[in-house]
């Protein structure tokens, strides 16, 4: 099966009657076999047919439609991706789509909810049913949650931080790995924050959420590393969103942020786009299990 995945990657026009990678994966591939010398092989010679940083590689984004999510998916678009996004609202997901394929991009949205694995799986499915492969995974989809000291918290506060940011993370990257593993390549990029390291007052159960991304991308990192795929996450400070500024929740509260940052300014949605391209690329092909900090030096303090 392996052989016949590999074989069939680079036939975009026949995975539709085929779909050899939707047989090997609906199966499950619990303890996979590593890749073959063959299958590593073929994703070689598509490397060397590259024009672009990301030419024709196949990217899927979750939670793209807004910030980071939605500067990723324009980055990956001028980098000559193939792209499936994913999110909650089809009429924003149309829009980007008809803005990427402004800019040359082939891409499709598909309306996804991480924190029901049906969803997810659909998902997966629908973008190698549509591509034939899938080369680079994006998980940004994520929320504040409710800010405040621990003794405000609840159950239902932890579940709704919990769902999307550690359990959609979760069920991303087991139905991402499920096409991975098989193919013998990939690179998955998960969004933490500089909150996944280091504590924050008022931020708890965002803060303990993150931490478990990270353990997560390291974990996952080392158990898909014989299969030549790679796992690794960014780490963004504050950054100019709607999150940030749910987040914040006062002028005062935000100044308060970008006093603390070393560079004395919020970062740009775009700058973590660019980082996130360059870590899912051939660029950065002896990285993973990292989390890289993209946050205008707070790591340093």
Do not use: C, W
Not at 14 to 39: D, F, M
Not at 66 to 74: D, K, P, Q, S
């Amino acid at each position: 099966m392996q052989a016949e995945v590999s074989a069939n990657a680079e036939k975009a026009a026949q995975v539709n009657e085929e779909r050899p990678v939707i047989q090997a994966i609906s199966a499950g591939t619990r303890r996979a076999i590593p890749p073959s010398v063959e299958a590593r092989q073929n994703e070689n010679d598509f490397k060397d047919q590259e024009v672009g940083l990301m030419k024709k590689r196949v990217v899927l984004i979750t939670g793209a439609l807004t910030g980071i999510g939605r500067a990723t998916a324009l980055a990956f678009a001028q980098e000559g991706a193939r792209i499936v996004i994913s999110g909650r609202h089809d009429e924003e997901g149309e829009k980007l789509v008809s803005e990427l394929g402004k800019l040359g991009a082939e891409a499709e949205f598909v309306r996804s909810d991480v924190r029901h694995e049906s969803d997810v799986r659909s998902l997966v499915d629908k973008t190698v049913a549509k591509f034939g492969r899938l080369d680079v995974a994006v998980n940004t989809a994520g929320t504040e949650g409710k800010p405040g000291l621990v003794t405000e918290q609840s159950a239902e506060s932890y579940a709704a931080t919990f769902d999307t940011n550690v359990l959609g993370t979760l069920l991303s990257m087991k139905h991402e790995l499920r096409v991975m593993l098989v193919q013998g390549f990939g690179s998955i990029i998960n969004v933490s924050s500089t909150f996944g390291h280091a504590g924050g007052a008022g931020a708890s159960v965002y803060v303990a959420s993150k931490h478990a991304v990270e353990g997560l991308t390291k974990s996952a990192a080392l158990e898909a590393s014989e299969f030549g795929v790679r796992v690794n996450a960014v780490a963004p400070g504050p950054v100019d969103t709607d999150m940030l500024n749910r987040f914040a929740g006062s002028d005062e509260r935000k100044a308060g942020l970008i006093a603390g940052v070393p560079l004395k300014r919020l970062g740009k949605p775009e700058e973590i786009a660019e980082s996130i391209v360059f870590l899912s690329s051939d660029q950065a092909s002896f990285i993973t299990g990292a989390t890289i900090a993209v946050d205008g030096g707070k790591t340093a303090l």
